[in-house]
């Protein structure tokens, strides 16, 4: 498993990203996904998904919302700062998602385009109590789920290419373009050659075929 950053810094990081969800949503009335929306806007999740020292553990929850209201130019008036957090499940939410794109590597905006808020929400009930390592086995496998067709299947159908034609048009075989479109053949390490090649015939850049990089939770 390769981690977002250091080890030293998650309990810091699932603690205020928990503070900060829960008084975003409890004491400023803002939608989860709304938050998450500015979290990312505002560059705050991409400082947060590479341990950066000041923001997932020099800033308690309340000031990394002000933070993110900061950066994103947004001005409004802010509730009094919240000192006491209940284990709600607007805190779960933002615990567990540190968690999360802490083990998992994958960026903060990635996670959220295929996990909205409703969703984690509805976990709660059943996994608030769970380790985390099966809360993030659970995430991994919805978002393998909500992935749909590969990057390089919805490129390809988007130029009314059959898959034989790509093939054609490439040089790389046919049961390898099959492979890679059903991710049974993992396109994220291809050689730069064969991304380049795909990319060039189908008019795209090569960072447009790399999938989320999700891994296959392992059978208990």
Partial sequence: MTCAYSEEYLSDAMKNLGEAVDY???????????????????????????????????LSGTE???????????????PEPQDDYDFSPAY???WILAYYQWCSGIPFRDIFAHLPAGALE?????????????CADTLNRMLLRAQG??????????RN???????DRTGISLRTIQHYEQRSKDLNKA????LSTLAQTLGCRMEDLLEIDVHEPQAD
């Fill in 161 to 167: 290419f059959t898959q034989k034609e790509l093939a």
């Fill in 149 to 158: 067709d590969s990057k390089l299947k919805i490129q390809r159908v988007a």
């Fill in 122 to 134: 509805r976990l709660y009930p059943t996994l608030h109590e769970a380790s985390e390592e099966k």
């Fill in 92 to 94: 779960w939410c933002g």
């Fill in 191 to 194: 050689s730069g050659a064969t």
């Fill in 64 to 78: 990394l919302v002000w933070e993110v209201f900061r950066k994103s130019g947004v001005q409004r008036t802010f």
């Fill in 24 to 58: 975003a949503v409890g004491s400023c009335q803002i939608k989860m996904d709304d938050f998450f929306a500015l979290f990312v806007a505002s560059g705050v999740a991409d400082q947060f998904g590479r341990g950066v020292p000041k923001i997932v553990s020099g």
